[in-house]
């Protein structure tokens, strides 16, 4: 898996929004971006959320959470990180 960590069955909670897109970070084995639309992609914004996967101590399996998140004025289907710029 290129360094990445397994996936797992977390989720992550994003009322309204339904994904497209999702993009590993070239830099971060832990962290990934997933591009959203409102309303199914019909109609509306968008929103860029950028996630990260960490192991609680305790617990045998990663989680998921949501570090950051950017609203867009159009729906978003695909993302790219930039690999000049972490």
């Known amino acids: 898996m290129n ?28 962290r990934l971006a997933v591009a959203s639309a409102a309303n199914f992609g019909l109609v509306g914004n968008g929103r860029l959320h950028v ?10 399996l990663p989680a998921i959470s949501l570090d950051n998140q950017f609203p867009t004025q159009d729906g978003l289907y695909d993302v790219a990180w930039s690999e000049m710029h972490e």
């Not at 990445?4 to 070239?26: I, R």
């Not at 996967?53 to 045998?60: E, F, H, R, Y």
């Open 3 to 30: 360094g990445h960590p397994p996936l797992t069955q977390s989720t992550v909670q994003t009322p309204g929004f339904a994904h497209y897109g999702l993009a590993w970070s070239p830099f971060y084995a832990n």
């Open 51 to 60: 996630m990260s996967l960490a192991t609680p101590a305790g617990t045998p």
